[in-house]
């Protein structure tokens, strides 16, 4: 004891590592515990997965009964989903190539005539974008296509002319897969005589063919043909593209009051004559305007197996 309290150094180092010491095996000790605790979780999930794998599933009545009344529920939803797509498709008719271009001479005829009565610029020999179908005949597969866009086309050059457009520029369409004349290809068949589907063979779902429209007429025309478009319900349409420009380049000169003198100050009786110079200086510029639209406009196609029979 007199030896500790000679040399304090001796005891503090004691008495510390002593301390150490015992902390050392109270840490060592609780991770022990943990270790052991761990190993034991690890082998019980061991043997679980063991178990699981071993044994044979067998489902619960009330899963069961859950999962078909899920699977009925998205099968009546996918059939809802497409029974509106089906609406929203033009149907393909059974035609001939001779009768897809007598039918396109009417359309053209009755579009024509329905843009003359109001008064709407047409280009010139306008075939709705069938021109190279006006003189020769398409091939037989392209043809019931042919018909279902001649009548997506139909139906946009009738709201062009109905909205009173002041002209129609141009319209062209995209030529369509089946145009091309390629010798259909032998389906394999098995050996009960059912055919394979072949990736020829299979279609998409869903497809589309686009329209390129030019049409120049006043803003409140414009609008009308876009929201008619935008909501038709007959066949679905998607507004790709959109270009809008004025017809002045740009605004009239400041203090030009010749220019925005208005025509009512002219042609206005002697007793108004007085008002009419006063107002002389005043003319509106927005609203009057005219506006050149350049669309691309997608035509969406809907190739279910069924709606061939519409």
């Known amino acids: ?24 095996a109270s840490f060592l000790f609780h991770e022990k515990s943990g270790a052991d605790r761990a190993q034991a979780r690890l082998e019980t999930t061991i043997d679980e997965l063991i178990r699981l794998q071993r044994s044979t599933p ?8 859950r999962e078909k009344t899920q699977s009925d529920s998205y099968h009546d939803l996918l059939l809802a989903l497409k029974n509106e797509l089906k609406t929203r498709t033009f149907p393909k008719p059974p035609l001939l190539p001779n009768e897809f271009q007598a039918q396109l001479r009417q359309v053209a005829t009755d579009v024509i005539e329905r843009a003359r009565a109001s008064k709407v610029q047409l280009p010139e020999n306008f075939n709705l974008g069938f021109d190279e179908y006006a003189t020769s005949l398409p091939n037989t597969a392209a043809a019931p296509y042919l018909g279902r866009q001649l009548r997506a086309i ?3 050059a009738n709201t062009m002319v109905d909205a009173h457009v002041d002209s129609l520029q141009s319209l062209t369409r995209s030529t369509l897969p089946e145009e091309k004349a390629t010798p259909a290809p032998t389906r394999a068949r098995t050996r009960g005589g059912k055919e394979l589907k072949t990736p020829e063979a299979s279609a998409r779902i869903v497809d589309s063919t686009s329209i390129d429209v030019e049409f120049s007429g006043s803003p409140a025309a414009a609008r009308r ?16 593209t959109l270009q809008v420009r004025n017809h002045a380049g740009k605004g009239p000169d400041r203090g030009d009051t010749e220019k925005l ?6 042609a206005a009786p002697p007793a108004q004559a007085g008002g009419a110079r006063k107002e002389q200086g005043i003319s509106f510029i927005v609203g009057t305007e005219h506006l050149n639209v350049a669309a691309r406009i997608e035509v969406l196609r809907f190739n279910f197996p069924e709606m061939e029979s519409r």
């Open 1 to 24: 004891m007199n030896r500790f309290q000679q040399n304090r150094f001796l005891a503090i180092f004691i008495g510390g590592l002593a301390i150490a010491t015992f902390l050392s």
């Open 58 to 65: 067998f489902p619960s009545e009330e899963n069961f009964l």
């Open 154 to 156: 139909e139906w946009i």
């Open 225 to 240: 043909i876009l929201n008619q478009i935008a909501a038709a319900k007959e066949q679905a349409y998607i507004i790709r």
């Open 261 to 266: 003198a208005p025509a009512a100050a002219v």
